[in-house]
């Protein structure tokens, strides 16, 4: 079983940048593919981002493309999501999710991850 802890979420004007943190507990990191999905209020849960075991493949959601950008430190037990130039429409409640090693590179829905963080808000001021 992964635990796993968002950070780094807040308010930011249009234009700005943040860095999302997620934390793993688990002793074997490495042996999972991770991601980050968002949902903002009466919407469903979207996939933002993906970062396979190794961090040697990355797959992003057109919407976030070019200004969004993930990374993992397996020495860390940490993933990353580097956001630039926000929009008011990446307003959301961003989650991190982990995925059992069951295919080569990460999948992109929702329910085929197998862990989720708490999530963090993120705001996006116009």
């Known amino acids: 079983q992964v635990q796993l802890v968002e950070s780094g979420g807040g308010l930011v004007q249009a234009g700005g940048s943040l860095r999302l943190s997620c934390a793993a507990s688990?002793?074997?990191?490495?042996?999972?593919?991770m991601g980050w999905f968002r949902q903002a209020p009466g919407k469903e849960r979207a996939f933002v981002a993906a970062?396979?075991?190794?961090?040697?493949?990355?797959y992003y959601g057109d919407s976030v493309k070019g200004r969004f950008f993930i990374s993992r430190d397996n020495a860390k037990n940490t993933m990353y999501l580097q956001m630039n130039s926000l929009k008011p429409e990446d307003t959301a409640v961003y989650y991190c999710?982990?995925?059992?090693?069951?295919?080569?590179?990460?999948?992109?829905?929702?329910?085929?991850?197998?862990?989720w963080g708490q999530g963090t808000q993120v705001t996006v001021s116009s």
């Open positions: 999710a982990a995925q059992v090693f069951r295919f080569s590179t990460p999948t992109q829905r929702a329910d085929e991850f197998d862990n």
């Open positions: 688990v002793r074997t990191f490495s042996s999972y593919h």
């Open positions: 970062i396979s075991w190794s961090g040697g493949r990355t």
